[in-house]
């Protein structure tokens, strides 16, 4: 089965008769009474339950849906319920500043907002009234003064499903906001399901999902990966999914001890968190046959980890490069043999390939944009039919990071002769000493005790490396070690994981670090592509 129309997708596999088992690490913030177990029939049936609310609270056929809550997979449920009645729905992280919430918003108009009050009354605190930026608000967990209460709503019938072009718009989704205000990424029937889930739903040899997997997600479900991810998973039906919305290793231990995964897909920060697992005798990994991360890559003890905590014949870790406005563009694999720290194979800033038939990629000079020879340094671009509509309210911007057919990616990287991409900084953070990116890779592989490394560019200064740590100290004459060959470094802050500003995807916001650390913001790049 191919996705096709994601307003009535459960409906269609229900009819199929897909009996993929669903299981929570805790209840919908839709359906707080049904549980953590789910099939997909129940699926169908809260779908359309949510698109008779959301008909009842007033949303129309084109009309936008804001949806900003609580990280969970229901964000996609109540997308697929908008599209359903024709709407757009625009998925919103609740773990964005008030200030942002209110800017995005301003630049979508939403008909409705779905949200929570916990959303709400942190926003005004924040100094932001997200209430009155669409024409209604739904909370999902009671009713402020203003405001619907989505249990009200309860009982209305769904209109019949709508119909759309595979060229109108079909959700919106923003982008990890790493240097900024996030965009809001605009992707139609045919970008985001024609052109990635249905590539995502052929059951390739080794990376395909096959009938008696058990997949574990663990992700951020207001972005665009899983809205693409949900359209592809549900239609190959695997025995069973697991859900796993935060990113404490000890909450989400007993769930994934339970049904133990053979197919891991999960934000490269909840694999750092979840890494402790690995080290346990019964650990949840332990069948798991392939792993899978995209958003940024995973650095080399990490992977290493992941792959000797497998017991299967010869496990696979699957990463893909790709922006929310372009989906994947390259992809690689790695196996414990490439990770080992011995074979001197490893390196998580070499990307792959561009994937076959799918994409192409061209290395440019970032002043001029004439195209570089293999081997030299410079912007990345690429070329994919699966590029997005437009970006809500920046016009210019979009048209701006378009250059003959070819899309601004804004990162810096390196072509190889074999066509491989290596990935060194994005040219916002980009400095004159070093690669950022591949610095980090190092001290972490120099420093195991440590969760994650970051390091900072400020023109007319050296780099400033930040070391987070469990419990925010680090040895001193472990750090001097790992650092004796590099170049010229400031002397580290130390933080702990909460200490870090992060996106709903868990990346480091560098622009806010820097801000944070020094109380500036410039840097060495242009910034002309983010």
């Known amino acids: 089965m191919k996705p096709r129309d994601m307003g009535t997708l459960f409906e269609e596999c229900a009819e199929r008769g897909h009996g993929t088992e669903f299981r929570l690490d805790r209840p919908f913030d839709i359906a707080p009474e049904a549980g953590t177990a789910h099939s997909v029939a129940g699926l169908a049936a809260l779908v359309q339950d949510m698109a008779g609310r959301l008909a009842a609270?007033?949303?129309?056929?084109?009309d936008r849906v804001a949806i900003v809550k609580d990280n969970h997979w229901d964000y996609d449920l109540l997308a697929c319920a908008a599209v359903r009645i024709g709407a757009v729905p625009a998925q919103l992280s609740g773990q964005l500043s008030g200030e942002t919430l209110r800017l995005l918003l301003e630049r979508l108009g939403p008909a409705l907002l779905v949200t929570t009050s916990g959303v709400l009354e942190r926003a005004r605190g924040e100094g932001a009234d997200l209430s009155r930026a669409a024409d209604a608000c739904v909370l999902l967990d009671g009713a402020l003064p203003g405001t619907l209460a989505f249990e009200a709503l309860q009982g209305n019938p769904a209109p019949g499903p709508r119909r759309r072009h595979d060229d109108e718009p079909l959700v919106i989704n923003h982008t990890s906001g790493t240097t900024g205000v996030p965009k809001l990424v605009v992707?139609?029937?045919?970008?985001?399901?024609?052109?990635?889930?249905?590539?995502?739903?052929?059951r390739y040899p080794k990376i395909g999902v096959r009938r008696d997997d058990t997949l574990l997600n663990a992700s951020s479900y207001a972005h665009g990966r899983t809205f693409c991810w949900t359209a592809s998973v549900l239609c190959l039906a695997p025995r069973r999914i697991t859900i796993v919305t935060g990113q404490d290793?000890?909450?989400a231990d007993?769930?994934?001890?339970?049904?133990?995964?053979?197919?891991?897909?999960?934000?490269?920060?909840?694999?750092?968190?979840?890494?402790?697992?690995?080290?346990?005798l019964d650990n949840p990994f332990r069948r798991v046959r392939l792993y899978i991360s995209t958003y940024d890559a995973v650095h080399p003890p990490v992977l290493r980890a992941y792959l000797q905590a497998s017991a299967a014949r010869g496990p696979l870790w699957m990463q893909g490069w790709g922006q929310t406005e372009t989906g994947p563009l390259t992809f690689r694999f790695h196996t414990r043999r490439s990770v080992?720290?011995?074979?001197?194979?490893?390196d998580a800033r070499d990307l792959g390939r561009p994937i076959p038939l799918k994409t192409r990629l061209k290395v440019v000079d970032p002043e001029t944009l004439a195209p570089l020879p293999r081997g030299r340094e410079g912007l990345v671009l690429a070329r994919t039919a699966a590029r997005g509509l437009a970006y809500i309210g920046e016009d210019a911007r979009w048209a701006a990071k378009q250059h003959r057919g070819w899309w601004h990616t804004?990162?810096?990287?390196?072509?190889?002769?074999?066509?491989?991409?290596?990935?060194?900084?994005?040219?916002?953070?980009?400095?004159?000493?070093?690669s950022c990116l591949e610095t980090e890779d190092v001290l972490e592989e120099r420093l195991p005790q440590v969760l994650e490394c970051v390091v900072l560019g400020s023109p007319g200064e050296d780099?400033?490396?930040?070391?987070?740590?469990?419990?925010?100290?680090?040895?001193?004459?472990?750090?001097?070690?790992?650092?004796?060959?590099l170049p010229t470094l400031r002397e580290p802050t130390v933080l702990t994981w909460d200490d870090v500003p992060r996106t709903g995807t868990g990346k480091v916001r560098r622009t806010a670090?820097?801000?944070q650390l020094t109380g500036r913001t410039d840097t060495c790049g242009s910034g002309q592509w983010t």
């Open 254 to 280: 007993p769930l994934l001890r339970a049904h133990p995964p053979t197919v891991v897909e999960a934000l490269p920060a909840s694999y750092v968190r979840f890494r402790p697992l690995t080290a346990r």
């Open 187 to 202: 992707h139609s029937t045919r970008t985001i399901i024609g052109k990635l889930a249905r590539f995502e739903t052929v």
């Open 463 to 485: 780099p400033l490396p930040v070391v987070v740590t469990a419990d925010g100290t680090l040895d001193r004459d472990r750090w001097q070690e790992a650092v004796r060959d």
């Open 410 to 434: 804004g990162d810096i990287g390196i072509r190889s002769r074999g066509g491989t991409v290596r990935l060194l900084d994005r040219e916002v953070d980009r400095t004159p000493q070093l």
């Open 57 to 62: 609270a007033g949303a129309r056929p084109g």
């Open 340 to 346: 080992s720290a011995d074979d001197g194979q490893q």
């Open 513 to 515: 670090l820097l801000r």
């Open 249 to 251: 290793p000890d909450a």
